[in-house]
């Protein structure tokens, strides 16, 4: 009891946040929010399935299931970028996701892919779980780490991390950490860190990507099948250059711009901003895209 009376307030937040008793967000919250999105509001109560599908099953509390708790603007709202300005091009999505951005040019493609992912992993109280590589492809930069005052330095091609700070466990400090991670990790690292899917069958909170300089990334953040043929098809969020509102997807290939996309066998896949490769499609290594 007495090593406990000598520990410092912050020292234990942080031991309670990694024993999973931090009181941050409970399944299916959203941290950034003081209260849940009305259901009108909700990813998966603005769109229908397409005509003839249904949506597919997922397990309460599953990243799937908080993908489409998802908070979205009010329909018709426009993208912005990080400083304010509108977008070029309004034309390319459904919806606007109900989230910062940041200030600065960082939350780009494949940062909004990990920003959602860790997020849903600390409103779960899963801090340990919160870890990305960075592009030099060093040790991952984990959250645990952070929460617990280190910071990572740049020393030749490397990261390495040391204590810098207090220790600190609370969701503004994950933001910054997020921010951290968007300043040393991108599409070649994620890429790599995600497992190829190679029958092709797409599941919520599976990953489009193509890692490069610059490459890009979309979620997948829904699902619905055809009962009788299997056929499915999935609604998309992206990012994009430079760092803008998350937002949900316009097909660019269908008459009504129908957010809900149909991945072919063999062939490269169109976003109305980005084609990628066959093959493209790839998957979270600790289980299904549902988690």
Not at 84 to 102: E, M, N
Request: aromatic residues 10%; charged residues 25%.
């Amino acid at each position: 009891m007495q090593v406990i009376r000598q520990m410092s307030a912050a020292t234990l937040v942080v031991m309670a946040a990694l024993a999973g008793t931090s009181g941050v967000a409970p399944a299916g919250q959203y941290a950034w929010r003081s209260e849940m999105p009305a259901e009108s509001d909700q990813l998966g109560r603005r769109f229908a399935p397409p005509e003839g599908f249904v949506r597919i099953p997922v397990p309460e509390g599953s990243f799937a299931a908080w993908l489409r708790g998802l908070p979205l603007k009010p329909d018709g709202t426009s993208v912005l970028l990080h400083t304010g300005a509108p977008k070029w091009r309004q034309d390319v999505h459904a919806a606007v996701i109900d989230i910062d951005t940041g200030t600065r040019d960082l939350q780009q493609c494949a940062d909004a892919v990990m920003r959602l992912r860790a997020e849903w992993q600390f409103a779960r109280g899963e801090i340990r779980r919160i870890a990305f590589n960075d592009t030099g492809g060093s040790k991952p930069m984990q959250f645990s780490r952070w929460a617990a005052g280190e910071r990572p330095r740049a020393e030749g091609r490397a990261l390495v991390w040391a204590k810098r700070s207090s220790p600190d466990a609370s969701y503004a400090s994950f933001r910054r950490y997020m921010d951290t991670v968007f300043t040393w990790a991108g599409t070649h690292s994620l890429e790599r860190e995600l497992l190829p899917v190679r029958d092709g069958r797409v599941e919520i909170g599976d990953v489009i990507i193509k890692g490069g300089f610059p490459g890009h990334a979309v979620l997948v953040a829904d699902v619905a099948e055809h009962p009788t043929t299997g056929e499915r098809r999935f609604l998309l969020i992206q990012s994009f250059m430079p760092a803008q509102d998350m937002h949900v997807l316009k097909g660019r290939d269908t008459p009504d711009g129908s957010p809900w996309f149909r991945l072919g066998p063999d062939q490269p896949f169109v976003t109305p901003e980005w084609i990628f490769p066959p093959g493209s499609l790839r998957r979270w290594p600790t289980g299904t895209g549902q988690g």
